[in-house]
């Protein structure tokens, strides 16, 4: 199996529980402890956007050999915690502004999108639209579908989300990301 598809399983094994904090609270934690080398509480983790630890960890548990650093965001610096993916802002990933049109992306890698808040997540499924653009479909922590889900943590704002598997396709727009995790399959 390739990273991709190590990465990309172990995105879709917890997906298909999906990890959320009513039943995967200390699953959550261990988000955070991979991907800031400290261990959390819950009340600290609600008020951070964890999906940038949701990606961490599935590089981590994916085997990858080149990884993203660990730490908070304010540790990280001026990088952030999903800046430290991206190459062209001090991270470790090749990342391409969707708005140049050169870069294909792949099951398996990373997306940045900018609005309205800075989310980083896996793409599961790539299909082209015209002219250097592309669709993806998604696995993310920290997020889930418009509306109701009974998954949501409603004690909170930020750190509420779950793991979600996008059904809907989406375009980004010019002012985001894509993320190669890797240059093989």
């Keep these: ?3 991709r598809d190590t990465v990309l399983y172990t995105a879709y094994q917890e997906a298909a529980k999906p990890v959320h ?3 995967h609270e200390q699953r959550i934690l261990d988000y955070f402890r991979v991907s800031t080398g400290k261990p959390a509480t819950k009340a600290a983790a609600l008020q951070v956007s964890w999906c940038s630890y949701f990606v961490h960890w599935c590089l981590v548990k994916g085997g990858m050999q080149v990884l993203p650093r660990a730490g908070t965001a304010g540790e990280l610096g001026g990088m952030g915690s999903v800046g430290r993916f991206m190459k062209p802002v001090g991270g470790c990933y090749e990342a391409y ?3 140049q049109r050169k870069y294909r992306p792949r099951p398996g890698d990373m997306y940045n999108r900018i609005k309205p808040n800075n989310h980083i997540g896996f793409i599961r499924d790539v299909r ?3 002219k250097g ?3 993806i479909l998604t696995i993310d922590g920290n997020s889930g579908p418009l509306g109701y889900s009974p998954y949501f943590d409603a004690s909170n704002l930020i750190g509420k989300g779950f793991i ?3 059904l809907e396709w989406v375009r980004l727009g010019g002012e985001n990301w894509y993320i190669q995790l890797c240059e093989e399959d």
């Design 1 to 3: 199996m390739s990273y």
């Design 21 to 23: 904090w009513a039943q």
């Design 97 to 99: 502004g969707v708005y």
């Design 128 to 130: 082209e639209v015209g």
């Design 133 to 135: 653009q592309y669709e």
């Design 164 to 166: 979600y598997l996008r």
